[in-house]
């Protein structure tokens, strides 16, 4: 196969379990274990070929855009894997970019494995998870189809991500886009202002105890039991930027807040859903795939102009 038209095609993750601060930033070593479902809806897409300047190039949904990041990441994969000539990097992103749904861990995820399939190295996932990480630590995850748990280690080797080998279920995830603007603030940004808090330490050790129950739940296939884990470990995360002592910050606006309450509304109602909010307004619904058109309807009822998106368990890096 000529490999230069290859393409390498990487699902986003949630984090049921999230990563929220870095114990060292140079190598995105976290501080927490996290835990993932790869999401069948949001992707990208990438390719590479020889660049025809004398620099790594970057197009993105066909635009030319600013190459640092890229560049930055390739220079990683070039003391890695050996140095390679300049790069022209072309992605197509399958998630509404920077609204808070990681569009990075689908784009980081699929540039390692395109950048070393290009290369002909056959390198193993976890491997790749490694390599990845480096870019954008939930990235880490995106190389697994169902759920993934990445390892938080103690240095590059031993932190990286693998298949839970989880059994079948009906979860669905439904994505409430509250806003497509940019988020305000980062995530590698509001994860430093969140180690401020005077909290962060109790959360670490809230997050191994979860990070164990729900590996537990995933195991059992108990969608409640992971919904009521996943929206504990995801408050418990947002309080950290409401209580940190340098800049102090929230991603909720009202409409977060709003459609909270109306999932608390429901589940008093039998309905089976949980919240999961990340680095945006956003929030994700965890339900089963038989209720997630109930859901919908009664959001829609209450708020006609919301985007409302269900995903269900998406696959692992592929290759075309
Ligand atoms: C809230 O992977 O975007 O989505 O490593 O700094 O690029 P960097 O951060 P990033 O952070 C994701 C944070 C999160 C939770 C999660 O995905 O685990």
Request: with cysteine; aromatic share 8%; hydrophobic share 40%.
């Amino acid at each position: 196969m000529d490999s230069t038209f290859m393409t390498a095609t990487a699902h986003t993750n949630i984090a049921l379990i999230k990563y929220w601060g870095k114990k060292n930033a140079f190598l995105n070593l976290p501080t927490t274990s996290s835990l993932s479902l790869t999401l069948d809806r949001f992707y990208t897409t990438t390719s590479v070929s020889p660049s025809e300047t004398s620099t790594d190039t970057f197009v993105l949904n066909e635009q030319v855009c600013d190459a640092t990041r890229v560049h930055t990441f390739l220079k990683i994969l070039r003391t890695q894997l050996g140095d390679f000539p300049p790069l022209h990097v072309s992605s197509d992103n399958h998630v509404p970019t920077s609204a808070g749904l990681a569009s990075s861990a689908s784009a980081f995820a699929a540039l390692t494995g395109e950048v070393v399939a290009y290369l002909g190295l056959d390198l193993p996932k976890e491997t790749l998870s490694r390599l990845a990480r480096r870019g954008s630590g939930s990235a880490s995850r995106s190389f697994f189809g169902h759920f993934a748990v990445w390892h938080e280690g103690v240095d590059d080797d031993s932190s990286f991500a693998e298949s839970l080998h989880a059994p079948d279920m009906p979860i669905a995830l439904i994505v409430a886009e509250v806003s497509g603007q940019s988020k305000k603030v980062g995530s590698s940004e509001g994860m430093m202002r969140a180690m401020t808090s005077p909290n962060y330490d109790d959360w670490v050790k809230q997050s191994a105890n979860q990070f164990d129950d729900m590996t537990a739940a995933v195991a059992n296939a108990d969608i409640e039991k992971i919904g009521a884990i996943a929206e504990n470990n995801a408050l418990a995360m947002h309080a950290l930027n409401l209580t940190a002592t340098r800049q102090p910050f929230t991603y909720f606006t009202d409409e977060t807040q709003l459609i909270l309450s109306l999932i608390k509304d429901m589940r008093r109602q039998g309905i089976l859903a949980y919240a999961t909010l990340d680095a945006g307004p956003n929030v994700k619904i965890v339900t089963t795939k038989a209720q997630a058109p109930e859901i919908v309807a009664a959001l829609h009822d209450y708020l006609p102009q919301l985007k409302l998106d269900v995903a269900v368990s998406g696959p692992g890096i592929t290759y075309d």
